[in-house]
Nanobody, 130 residues
């Protein structure tokens, strides 16, 4: 079973930036669709961004468009989430999620529905506060 690990969370001031990384020990993520989700206390888990397998097709929640960028590091087999111009409302535990492509020959695109993803990391805390 795929084991995902998130890193890069921390405390930043409003307007600051963080870069999160999702990795699988001994395994590359290039054949998985990857999504980033977040959950704040007392709130539902919210989709943030996704990136397709086999292409650079991405999707973003309206709340982060223009501020967050999801991308793949092909050499490392990891996926990053660059978060810029952070706001207090971005404070949450951020989770990396993955779904296998099941041998699909073309790009697989998935949306921001948490239940659609099979594998999850333990999360990394992002706190935006002055």
């Amino acid at each position: 079973q795929l084991q995902l690990v998130e890193s890069g969370g921390g405390l930043v001031q409003p307007g600051g930036s963080l870069r999160l990384s999702c990795a699988a020990s001994g395994f590359t993520l290039d054949r998985f669709v990857i999504g980033w989700f977040r959950q704040a206390p007392g709130k539902e888990r919210e989709g943030v961004a996704t990136i397709s397998s086999g292409s650079s097709i991405t999707t973003y929640a309206d709340s982060v468009k223009g501020r967050f960028t999801i991308s793949r590091d092909k050499a490392k087999g990891t996926v990053s989430l660059q978060m810029n111009r952070l706001k207090p409302e971005d404070t949450a535990v951020y989770y990396c999620a993955a779904d296998p492509t099941h041998g699909a020959t073309g790009p697989v695109v998935m949306g921001l529905v948490a239940a659609d993803y099979d594998y999850w990391g333990q999360g990394t805390q992002v706190t935006v506060s002055s």
